[in-house]
Structure formats: C-alpha cells, structure tokens
C-alpha cells in the first residue's frame, strides 16, 4: 500500500493540526497504521498507532491526552488530531503501515518496521512557533 499524508503547517503553540494518511491502491483494512516523527537532531519517535483489525490504539507518554488517533469508516484513510501543540511537537510527521492481525494497544507492532511488510509515507512538516 502507498501512503499519502497532508495536513501538516505552520502553529502557534496550543493550536490545533489534523494529520492525515490516504491509502493509495489498497485500504487500511486488517493494518496497523502509525504516526512517528523526526525532529531535528533527534531520533525517530513513535507518536501514535491504530489497529484497523480490532479498533486497539497505542499513544506515546509524550502526547497522550493531546492527540487521537483514528480512521474513517472506509479505512482509507488514518487522522492524527493534535490539539494542544506544544513547540516539543515540531517535527516531520510519518505516516507507516502493515498488514497486522492483531492489537496494538501495547506498542507498535514490529512489522511497521519491516523493510519487507511496512510502508513508509514521505512525510509532513509541523511547525509549532511558541
């Protein structure tokens, strides 16, 4: 599957963003869809992940109660409503995906990062200014 995200810009800190992943030439049905981000100089971090086999979500300490996860009905598409931005927040945000029976409420299941089953979007720039 091919993942298309938007949504990303430009925030003032406590301002809202909807991020968005559009599954291009499949669903998202059966998948685990998740949201990292990259800011500069730091690592890869896992944001937030849904399970569209059981509805499961999984959120990192860093965003829980400021960000939700979810999909639309067709599970063509996976959000990322972030309210309450916070400068911390400023990063480009990727979209990954793979196939995946199961929950995701302890973490990111492995297969995201599988060069063989996961799939990688090319990112959204959010910019949070304080």
């Known amino acids: 599957v091919q993942l298309v995200e938007s949504g990303g810009g430009l925030v003032q800190a406590g301002g809202s963003l909807r991020l968005s992943c559009a599954a291009s030439?499949?669903?998202?049905?059966?998948?685990?869809v998740g949201w990292f981000r990259q800011a500069p100089g730091k690592d890869h971090e896992g944001v937030s992940c849904i399970s569209t086999f059981d509805g499961s979500t999984y959120y990192a300490d860093s965003v829980k109660g400021r960000f939700t996860i979810s999909t639309d009905g067709a599970k063509n598409t996976v959000y990322l409503q972030m309210n309450g931005l916070k400068p911390e927040d400023t990063a480009i945000y990727y979209c990954a995906a793979a196939f995946y029976k199961g929950s995701v409420a302890g973490g990111f299941p492995l297969a995201i990062y599988s060069v063989d089953s996961g799939s990688w979007g090319q990112g959204t720039r959010v910019t949070v200014s304080s």
């Open positions: 030439g499949s669903t998202f049905d059966d998948y685990a």
